[in-house]
Each structure stands twice: as C-alpha cells, then as structure tokens.
C-alpha cells in the first residue's frame, strides 16, 4: 500500500519553501541542532517524519529525521499536524507563549470510563453474599450480586476490594499527576487545575486526552493568527 504523504512530497516540499522560519524551528526544537542555524529546506515527507536539510552559521550543512508521534493516517493530516508542531516549536525555543486553558470541561468518553470502573469493580470485586449496604435490605444486595459472583466462580477472576482499589488508586494516581504536570504548563487558575486533576483520579484518561486536544487545538488557533 503506498503511502498516501510520500505520494505528495514534492508539493509539500516545495509548499513549505515558503515557509524558512518554520523549517528552522523544526530542526532547531525537533531536530535538537544546537548553534545558529542559517536556513533549512525540507527535502522530502511521508506519513511517519520529515526530513530536513539545514545549515549552519560556520558553513557546515547536514540533514535531520523529525518523527510523527503518532504517525499520519493520512494526506489530509499533513497541515494541521504541520501547524501544531510549528506552535509547539516555536513555544519551545521561546518564540510563542503557551497556550492557556482557562475553563473546564468534561469529555463525553468519561462515561464509557465510568462504565468499566463501575463494571471493573461489579465483576472483580463483588460484595460477599449477606453483605447490607445503608437501609438495602440483604436480599436485595445478594439478587444485585449474583451476576458477579457467578461471573467470578465461572471464569475464577477476581480480585479483593482492598486489591481493586489500591490498582485503581495506583493508575489514576500516576494519571492525574501527569494531568497536573499538563495543568502547570497550560491551565489557568487553581480551580480549573483543581477540577482536571480530581477528575482524572475518577475517569482517568479521557481527562488528559481531552485536555491535550484543547491545547492542540488552542496552539493551531495561535500560528493561524500570526
């Protein structure tokens, strides 16, 4: 199957002689090129990187790979990845504030999430029968229970309550300071900040998948207006 950017390398490349400043940025934040780079061309792309060809203050000349993380699927991804990594460089080297997150918002994928966590504990960690919760009669929580209990003597799954919390405290611990090191970058205000993080301790990854979205997004916004 051929790639579907290769295909068009030779207009990309020479769309993107139009853009020298970008180029530079890209070898000097992507490539990690250190010293005062003079110019930079782009000498072919495809859907996993770019290649560029730069030069150096002392004359000297050479060629850097920048990846795509994660790879495009497709020529129609091109720009928009393009101006999102043009704003990450340029915020980078200092060129370009960070873009600054400023309210809260729930993605819709915590309800799956709120599905599996709920499920996750139904299935794995279920009440022992004769268990009462609140004023719910024992009946009632063992007819609620005996799905999960069949489940777990069928399949022999299952884990300690105790178990089950200390591995959902563990991933979402570990997933909301990564959602706080985000906020320290990108979120304005204690409340906001506060939000993401409880949440995330909640549902989990959709929380900092939605928020990295928001600054991609927000950085594609801020090169569009220059």
């Known amino acids: 199957m051929s790639d579907p950017v290769a295909s068009k390398s030779g207009f990309l490349c020479m769309y993107m002689k139009n853009h020298p400043d970008t180029l530079v940025a890209y070898v000097k934040y992507f490539g990690k090129v250190e010293g005062n780079v003079l110019t930079a061309e782009m000498s072919s792309i ?54 600054q997150i400023t309210t809260f918002q729930i993605p819709r994928m915590t ?49 300690s309550f105790r178990t089950t919390c200390a591995l959902l405290c563990a991933t979402r611990g570990a997933e909301a300071l990564y959602t706080w090191s985000l906020c320290r970058q990108y979120v304005k205000g204690a409340i906001v900040t506060a939000a993401y993080v409880g949440f995330t301790m909640i549902f989990g990854f959709p929380m900092w998948v939605d928020l990295k979205g928001r600054v991609q997004q927000k950085r594609i916004e801020s090169v569009m207006k220059v």
């Open 46 to 99: 495809d859907s996993k990187g770019m290649t560029l060809v730069y030069k150096l203050k002392s004359g000297e000349s050479n060629t850097t790979r920048v990846s795509f993380d994660p790879p495009l699927s497709g020529y129609e991804e091109v720009k928009p990845r393009l101006l999102s990594m043009k704003a990450e460089a340029q915020e980078g080297l200092g060129m370009l504030k960070a873009p």
């Open 111 to 159: 309800v799956i999430t709120g599905i599996v966590l709920f499920a996750s504990f139904y299935f794995l960690s279920p009440p022992p029968p004769g268990t009462t919760f609140l004023s719910i009669p024992v009946t009632t929580m063992d007819e609620f229970s005996s799905p999960a209990h069949a489940f777990r003597n069928a399949t022999g799954i299952g884990l």
